[in-house]
Structure formats: C-alpha cells, structure tokens
C-alpha cells in the first residue's frame, strides 16, 4: 500500500510541476511578444508642503505635457498644453512656481510656470542643453547644462541673473 501512496503522491507532483512549468512557458512567451508597458507619469515631485505632485507624463498628440496631482482631492490639472516635450518640474520653495525642461525653442532650456496663472518664461538661452533642474531653498535653481561641451553643473537665480559654474569637467 505504501508505495502505491508513494507513485501517487510522485504522480501529483509530476502533474503539478508539468502544469506550473507550462503556465510558466506559457506566460514568458506572452511577456515576449507584449509591447513594453509604457509608464504614464514621470519624475514625480512632491510640493514643499507636502499636499501635491508634480509629473511629466505623454499626451498622445503632443508628447510629454506637465501635470499636478492633488491626492486629497483626487484632481489632476494639466499645467502645460503645446506639441512639445515638457517635462523635469520642480518645485519653487513656496510651491507656487515649477522650473522643467522644455524644447519648445528646438533646444533644451529651462522655463518656469506659475502654477496659479499658467504664465510661462525661458529662464534660460543658450545654443547648448540646460537640463536636470533642481530649485533649492535658498531659490536659487542648479541645474547641468552641455555649454563647454561636456555637461557640468550651474546655478541660476529664479530670474535668470546669477548664473555661476559650480561643477567643471576635469581636464586633463
């Protein structure tokens, strides 16, 4: 009787093994054949008081677009309308403005939203791309830009007055 038990039990975990192996293969080769999910909000950004987000996500006629989203209340506001690509937002120190990236002068710049008027303004304008803007505290915005024609570090006022290289490539 006991190996009777034994074949049977072998027998159930051969069919469970040849079942688990076969959803295995199964849905590895639909994993293959799918096109890569395409993810729908970038960089998020949490405000300075902690109630909202800012993210970069893809308008299917215009590229990446900019958006708030409040979890409270579950409103999503879209900030920037135009067929280019916006995207890298960060926050002002009172959350009222976002410093992104934006080539809508065909070359990467920094800009600046005021989130209450929609009111936008190229912060920066240089033949080379500015990008990875970050505002500090102190207001002042750090940012790489490509302008020596490697990329290093700057900082500029929210103004545009101010800028200062704070990180060069080493030479050599």
């Known amino acids: 009787m006991k190996d009777m038990q034994k074949r049977s039990?072998?027998?159930r975990i051969l069919v469970m093994t040849a079942i688990i192996g076969a959803l295995l293969v199964i849905s590895g080769c639909a994993l293959?054949?799918?096109d890569e999910p395409q993810i729908r909000n970038w960089q998020?950004?949490?405000s300075p008081d902690g109630t909202r987000?800012?993210?970069a996500s893809p308008v299917e006629e215009n590229g990446f677009e900019l958006f708030i989203y409040t979890p409270a209340t579950g409103e999503k506001t879209r900030l920037t309308?135009?067929?280019?690509?916006?995207?890298?937002p960060s926050w002002s120190p009172e959350g009222e403005r976002l410093?992104?990236?934006?080539?809508?002068?065909d070359n990467l710049d920094l800009y600046i939203i005021d989130i209450a008027?929609?009111?936008t303004f190229r912060l920066t304008s240089h033949d080379k791309e500015d990008a990875n803007p970050h505002w500090g505290t102190d207001g002042r915005i750090a940012f790489n830009s490509k302008r020596s024609g490697e990329w290093e570090a700057y900082?500029?006022?929210?103004?545009g007055a101010n800028l200062r290289l704070i990180i060069a490539v080493a030479v050599d």
């Open 9 to 11: 039990f072998r027998y």
């Open 32 to 34: 293959l054949q799918r």
């Open 44 to 46: 998020p950004v949490i």
């Open 53 to 55: 987000i800012a993210f």
């Open 81 to 88: 309308r135009n067929t280019i690509d916006d995207w890298a």
């Open 99 to 105: 410093v992104f990236v934006s080539n809508k002068d």
């Open 117 to 119: 008027t929609g009111a």
């Open 155 to 159: 900082t500029i006022d929210a103004n």
